[in-house]
C-alpha cells in the first residue's frame, strides 16, 4: 500500500482508489480536472455519492468529516460574535489604568497578541476621510461621539425580504482612528484540492476570521480600548461592509490581484485573507508594498487558464491591461483593476490554488 504523503510516486490509472488519506496530488490531479469537467464541482450529487460508497480519496466519510470539522461553529451558521467584541472585565474594575504605550510599541504588541491568536500579520491603517468612502455607507455612520453604538432605525421601506437579513447600522467614534487588518492564512495545499471534499481551504479561513479577530477584540477591551469589527456574517463583509481587499492592499498585507483578491508575497492569492479591527488605541500605520505582484499578473493570466480549462469558460477578465471601468454591478468603482464577471464564479479555488 502506498505512503499517503507520497505525493512523487506515480498510481496507476484507475477509477477509485483505496482511501489511504489525502488523495496524492498525481491523483488527484488527473482525478479532480475529470470530475470537474463531468460534475462542476462536488456537490454534484452523483459524483459525492459513488465517491463516499466506494471510499474515494477526496470523497471518503472521513473527508466529509474533515470539510464538516472545519466549518464547526462558524459565524454564519451558528455563532454570532458581538460587534464591539466579548465581554471582558476593564481596567477600571480591576483597579488599574488603562495600558499606554507609543504608537510603534502598540503595534508591535497587537502584532505579536494577533501572531499568537493565529493571524501571521497585520497592518495598520489610519482612518481619514478617503478611508472612511471604503465603508459601505448602507451600514456604518461616523460620529463626533466617544463611543460606538447601533442606530435602531427599522429596516427601510425597500428592504428585500427573503434570504436577506437586516442589521440596523453602526455608528463608529471618530476618535477610533485606526484599523488592524490581520491575514488569516488560508492552506494552500488544501485549496488545490477543487472538486473533492478536501478543498477545505477556501472555507476554512471564514471560520477561522472571526475566531482570530475575537481574540484581538478581547485583548484590546481588556487593555482599556474599544475594538470594533463585523464578522458576523463570516464572509467578513457583514452589515456593515467594507472592501477588505482595500484594507489588506493599503496596509502592505499583500497587492491586489487579476482575480480581485488579496495576494501576499508569502502565500500567492491562497494564502492570505484580510479583516479589519477599528480601535481607539494609537497604533503606528504601515506602508502599503510592491513586491511586483500586480504588474506580473499583466503577463501571467495562470489563474484564468485554469478556470477555463476546467470549466469552458472563465469570469477572469484576461486584459493585457488594467482598466478603470467595472464589469457590472457588483464591482466597486474608483480603482484601476480586472474586473471579475462574480456572476460567473463557479469556484473561488480553481483560481486561488493556482
Known amino acids: 500500500m502506498m505512503n499517503a504523503f507520497d505525493v512523487g510516486t506515480e498510481q496507476p490509472a484507475a477509477d477509485f482508489f483505496p482511501s489511504v488519506g489525502f488523495a496524492p496530488r498525481d491523483q488527484h490531479d488527473r482525478d479532480s480536472l475529470d470530475y470537474a469537467k463531468k460534475g462542476r464541482n462536488e456537490r454534484n450529487p452523483a459524483i459525492a455519492k459513488i465517491g463516499l460508497e466506494k471510499g474515494t480519496p477526496g470523497y471518503a466519510l472521513r473527508d466529509v468529516a474533515l ?63 478617503d478611508i472612511k468612502k471604503l465603508f459601505f455607507p448602507s451600514g456604518t455612520k461616523f460620529t463626533d461621539g466617544d463611543v460606538a453604538y447601533i442606530d435602531k432605525d427599522a429596516p427601510p421601506s425597500n428592504f428585500a425580504k427573503g434570504r436577506n437579513t437586516y442589521s440596523p447600522v453602526k455608528v463608529l467614534p471618530n476618535k477610533a ?49 474599544q475594538a470594533l469589527t463585523d464578522m458576523g456574517s463570516g464572509s467578513g463583509q457583514g452589515s456593515w ?38 480601535t481607539d488605541l494609537e497604533l503606528a500605520p504601515t506602508n502599503p508594498i510592491d513586491a ?49 464577471d462574480w456572476t460567473r464564479c463557479m469556484f473561488c479555488p480553481y483560481c486561488q490554488g493556482t
Open 67 to 129: 470539510n464538516v470539522g472545519s466549518n464547526a461553529h462558524r459565524a454564519d451558521n451558528e455563532v454570532r460574535f458581538p460587534w464591539d467584541g466579548p465581554a471582558v472585565t476593564s481596567p477600571e474594575k480591576r483597579g488599574v489604568s488603562r495600558w499606554t504605550g507609543t504608537p510603534e510599541e502598540a503595534t508591535n504588541m497587537v502584532r505579536a497578541a494577533a501572531h499568537f491568536f493565529g493571524s501571521p500579520k497585520i497592518g495598520v491603517i489610519q482612518i481619514d476621510s
Open 177 to 225: 482612528k485606526y484599523i488592524i487588518v490581520f491575514a488569516v492564512q488560508q492552506p494552500v495545499e488544501m485549496t488545490k484540492r477543487g472538486n473533492t471534499q478536501q478543498q477545505l481551504g477556501a472555507s476554512i479561513r471564514y471560520a477561522n476570521a472571526p475566531l482570530i479577530g475575537a481574540r484581538i477584540q478581547a485583548f484590546l477591551k481588556t487593555l482599556g480600548y
Open 241 to 278: 461592509g467594507w472592501s477588505n481587499v482595500a484594507f489588506g492592499s493599503l496596509c502592505g498585507n499583500g497587492e491586489l490581484s487579476r482575480i480581485g483578491m488579496l495576494m501576499s508575497h508569502e502565500w500567492g492569492p491562497a494564502g492570505i485573507y484580510g479583516q479589519g479591527i477599528v
Open 292 to 340: 511586483g505582484m500586480f504588474r506580473f499578473c499583466k503577463v501571467c493570466k495562470t489563474c484564468g487558464t485554469t478556470c477555463n480549462e476546467i470549466n469552458g469558460w472563465s469570469p477572469i477578465n484576461m486584459d493585457d491591461e488594467p482598466t478603470w471601468d467595472p464589469s457590472g454591478p457588483w464591482n466597486r468603482v474608483g480603482k484601476k483593476a480586472y474586473p471579475m
